[in-house]
Structures are given as C-alpha cells and as structure tokens.
C-alpha cells in the first residue's frame, strides 16, 4: 500500500447515473490530484487542490466535479457521463504542490466503465 | 511549456538482457524528472528522481537513469531485465522555475515493458 487509497476499485454506471470516487490520504500531505489515464495516451491532470482549494482545472467537463473537504480527502462527483470517460483514474497527492523536487504519492486508481 | 515523450509504445527484452526505456523533456527551466512504474490494475509507483547533482541516479529494484542535459533526455535502464520487470514506465517532468499549472508533473504516455524468459 503507498498510503493512498481510492474506493470502489471498480465501477460500472450508467450515463444517467450518478455516482462518486473517493480518495484518502494519511501521509499528511497538502496538496492532492485527479488523473485520468486512458489506453495508449498521457495521464491527464484533471484537477490539484492544494490547502483545500482548487488550484488547477485542466479544462475538464462539468459532468466531472471534485470535492475536497479536508487535506485527507478528495472525491470525484460523476454525474451524466459518456462512454468515453470510461478510463482508469488515478488519485495522487504530495507534501506540498509548490515544491518542484518532489514526485507524487498515487493510489491504485479505479476503473470506470459508463455503459 | 513542459512537454516530455515516450517515443517507443512497448519494448521487448529477453530475461537477463540490457534494457533501456527512453524518455526525453522539453522545459523552459531546469527539470525535475521521474520515472514510475506501473503494474497491472495498480497506481504508478515512484522509482527515481533527477533533481540535481550527478547525472546518473540509482532507484528502486535495480534502476538507473541517466540525465543528459545536451540530450534534454532521462532514459531509464537496468543491466539485467527481469521477467517481473514486464510493466508500463512512465517518465514524468516538472519545470522549476514555474509555479501554477506549468509547475505541475507532466507524464508521457508510457512504455510497456515485456520481459521474455
């Protein structure tokens, strides 16, 4: 375990559903990210929270809208989705997002699929 | 903007044979560069950093990385591949002299790494 943890593992919903991803940290770390990472492209940066506060949104669609109500935890609402959301998505965080020499800390992600 | 390549989708390598997963960057500053690993149905895991100081960096399981700043590239090998060594790499850079969105790591698309026995 590398000390992030994102529930369920797997989830399969419909495109009218409604439906949400939750990660968990206790490295004690300040900043945490939401990846979306789909076969044979770049892992894409959807959205950084640093203290709490949005810092980043990566142009990503209303269907997709997070929530981070403390430094431990980040959620991913989904509400409305299409078919091609269907990805993997990765949860990461790190001490602090200013500090450039450090890498990230990932959890295992879940695996969406929209039917 | 910071950009980085993977320019080879999947490399294969026989058991006990070199590997070598290329990666090079594209930064306005100096960067910080990264390697991650990632084997099926799991998130990345950290294997090296390039932050400063000697060009060559050791990492976890017997990886190496070489900067090369010429070269603007990082490519990760390993004297002796292992069959359980077969996963996807991922490079990744920072820029340091930006904050915001351009100081966010940046990911290539990886390299799936097929070890042979």
């Known amino acids: 375990e590398t000390g992030v943890t994102q529930t369920p593992r797997h989830l399969v919903m419909g495109m009218t559903n409604k439906k949400s991803l939750k990660c968990e940290q206790h490295?004690?770390?300040?900043?945490m990210y939401w990846y979306k990472q789909s076969a044979k492209k770049p892992l894409e940066l959807m959205f950084v929270?640093?203290?709490?506060?949005?810092?980043e949104n990566n142009s990503v669609p209303s269907r997709f809208s997070p929530e981070c109500p403390n430094s431990s935890h980040l959620f991913l609402h989904l509400h409305t989705l299409q078919p091609e959301d269907s990805a993997l998505y990765l949860c990461?965080?790190?001490?602090?997002?200013?500090?450039?020499?450090?890498?990230?800390?990932f959890g295992s992600g879940t695996r969406l699929t929209v039917v | 903007a910071q950009s980085v390549a993977q320019p080879e989708d999947q490399v294969n390598v026989a058991e006990g044979n070199p590997l070598t997963v290329k990666c090079t960057y594209s930064?306005?500053?100096?960067?910080?560069l990264f390697w991650y690993v990632q084997y099926p149905n799991r998130g990345l895991q950290f294997l090296l950093k390039?932050?400063?100081?000697?060009?060559l960096v050791k990492g976890s399981y017997g990886f190496e990385a070489e900067f090369n700043k010429s070269q603007t590239s990082f490519h990760l090998k390993k004297p002796s591949a292992l069959v359980s060594d077969s996963a996807l790499y991922f490079c990744?850079?920072?820029?340091?002299?930006?904050?915001?969105?351009?100081?966010?790591?940046?990911f290539g698309k990886g390299t799936k790494l097929s070890v042979k026995p």
């Open positions: 990461a965080s790190s001490q602090d997002n200013n500090r450039r020499g450090q890498g990230y800390t």
């Open positions: 490295l004690g770390h300040n900043a």
């Open positions: 929270y640093s203290l709490e506060e949005r810092v």
């Open positions: 930064v306005s500053g100096n960067p910080y």
């Open positions: 390039y932050i400063t100081g000697d060009n």
């Open positions: 990744a850079v920072r820029d340091e002299d930006y904050g915001g969105s351009q100081g966010n790591l940046i």
